[in-house]
């Protein structure tokens, strides 16, 4: 509805169970129920109308009271009275009377005064919404139990309840406001909205927000400069690092499934079939250490060729180079290896560092005939060993590092949006850490 | 960041594939040409590009 005397939107509020009030957050005048108001008003000489009323649109009438010390507008059409800014404080005043509206029990039949169909609905929700606490006590029942609460879809966590104390008083309420004035408050927050319920007595008043960006606030207003950096996490923030976050847990699965896939197809098309095995010789005293050993094929498409070479260095150290020569062209793959292996005992501790074993990845060899040359430099009397190739063998590493890669950034995303997380919640009355000083003792 | 992470996402199992597929790895190896036909007779008539090799002598 909107204000009979300024047209900007009315907002209701429910004063105690069943009994609303509608005031102007612009002028500040208030419309009651003619039904809900316990105050005597005798209306003397109406006058020519100043407003319309605001559900039916018909001139409203204009009586005074209180010989003549108030004037109040009236629709009897629809039973409702408007009062200006400050004239209920009057009324008040003069009729003695602090309550100005019935104090109904709860669960009172009431019939809501004329609004628009969405604000009803609105009331209906908010009567489903957790009833009003005690104001008995320090005690915090919320803190052990989180409830939440439903309205318009949106399922709202208990963030904090407090109970703030008027300690100034400025401007005009509909209300009386008065200085040492307790209400309990309770928080929940579904962000960027934010719900509160503000409990006095047996009044119980909801109010809902909605988070906004410092920007936005000082555009809005056409503020100079910048907005002040912000400080901390505002209990109805949006988390800035939520967004997407399930997008990325999405991507990740479905990038580890194809590693995965990939590498049991890898392994199903894969031969792994040992080409080649030969063994080597080499003594200390031999002029010429190089050897080379049988031409093997390699069929199919390019792929790794994996050695294996097994020595018997035994307080040793090798370094075997080797070239993998295609018999039919004068191309080579040159690469070498280092084995030791040495062993012994210390203050009683045996030790061993090394091995006698090594296994080294040829990548991409092309299918042709080949053979291998070996040139080993060693400080061993007599070097024996052993190589073994296989090819076209699927890495298990390779699909584990792809896993690392992927699950790196996805890990450091969440961490950062739970981080964020228990900075919010660090301040209400469910902390993720508990900060009673367990965790010190 | 969601976006992003599609194609890096993407990317890695790409390379994955590709790297499974095609035998590539890390290990360094030198691809040559013009090696002498008469290396499988005589061995020594050809010296691989990482002998040479001294290293230090280990052990505790």
Redesign the interface.
């Known amino acids: 509805m909107p204000c009979p005397k300024c047209k900007a939107p009315l907002e209701r509020h429910e004063l105690s169970p069943g009994i609303f009030v509608s005031h102007c957050p612009s002028c500040f005048g208030v419309l009651y129920r003619a039904d809900d108001l316990v105050v005597p008003l005798a209306l003397v000489g109406p006058a020519p109308a100043r407003f319309d009323c605001p559900s039916c649109r018909r001139p409203m009438e204009t009586a005074k009271s209180y010989e003549g010390q108030i004037e109040v507008d009236r629709c009897a059409a629809c039973g409702l009275f408007w009062f200006d800014a400050g004239e209920i404080q009057i009324l008040r005043k003069l009729s003695g009377v602090e309550n100005l509206v019935e104090e109904r029990e709860e669960g009172a039949p009431a019939a809501p005064p004329a609004a628009a169909k969405g604000a009803a609905e609105k009331v209906e929700k908010e009567q489903k919404a957790p009833q009003p606490l005690e104001m008995s006590g320090a005690s915090n029942p919320d803190e052990h139990r989180a409830p939440v609460v439903e309205f318009e879809g949106r399922v709202y966590r208990h963030f904090q309840t407090s109970v703030p104390v008027t300690t100034s008083v400025m401007g005009e309420f509909p209300w009386v406001a008065k200085i040492g004035d307790a209400a309990r408050m309770r928080d929940f927050i579904c962000p960027p909205y934010l719900i509160s319920q503000e409990i006095t007595g047996k009044d119980a008043t909801w109010s809902a927000g909605e988070y906004l960006e410092p920007e936005e606030v000082w555009t809005a207003f056409a503020l100079p400069g910048s907005p002040p950096s912000k400080i901390g996490v505002a209990p109805a923030q949006p988390n800035p690092w939520s967004a997407g976050l399930s997008s990325v847990w999405f991507w990740f699965g479905l990038a580890a499934v194809a590693c995965v896939g990939s590498f049991v197809f890898a392994s199903a098309v894969g031969s792994g079939e040992r080409v080649y095995e030969g063994g080597f010789s080499v003594a200390a005293t031999d002029a010429e250490r190089s050897r080379v050993g049988e031409i093997f094929e390699i069929k199919g498409r390019t792929a790794n060729l994996e050695l294996t070479l097994n020595t018997n260095v035994d307080q040793a150290w090798a370094y075997i180079s080797m070239a993998l020569i295609d018999a039919d062209t004068d191309r080579a793959l040159d690469f070498g290896r280092e084995l030791s292996y040495y062993y012994g005992s210390e203050d009683g501790e045996g030790w061993a560092e090394g091995s006698k074993y090594e296994t080294l990845i040829v990548p991409r060899v092309p299918p042709g005939r080949y053979y291998l040359r070996v040139e080993p430099e060693t400080d061993a009397a007599q070097l024996s060993f052993s190589v073994t190739a296989r090819r076209d063998v699927p890495l298990k590493r390779l699909p584990l590092l792809a896993l690392a890669l992927l699950l790196a950034p996805a890990l450091w995303a969440s961490l950062r949006q739970d981080s964020f997380e228990s900075t919010r919640w660090m301040e209400s009355d469910h902390p993720r850490v508990s900060s009673d000083g367990e965790d010190d003792e | ?3 992003w ?2 194609w ?3 990317s ?2 790409g ?3 590709w ?19 008469s ?2 007779d005589n ?2 008539s ?6 040479g ?3 230090y ?4």
């Open positions: 960041m969601s976006r992470y599609r890096y996402a993407l890695v199992a390379a994955c594939a790297t499974l597929w095609t035998g590539w790895w890390i290990t360094p190896v030198e691809r040559l040409t013009g090696v002498p036909k290396v499988r061995p020594g050809y010296r691989s590009h990482y002998s090799y001294h290293r002598y280990g052990g505790k």
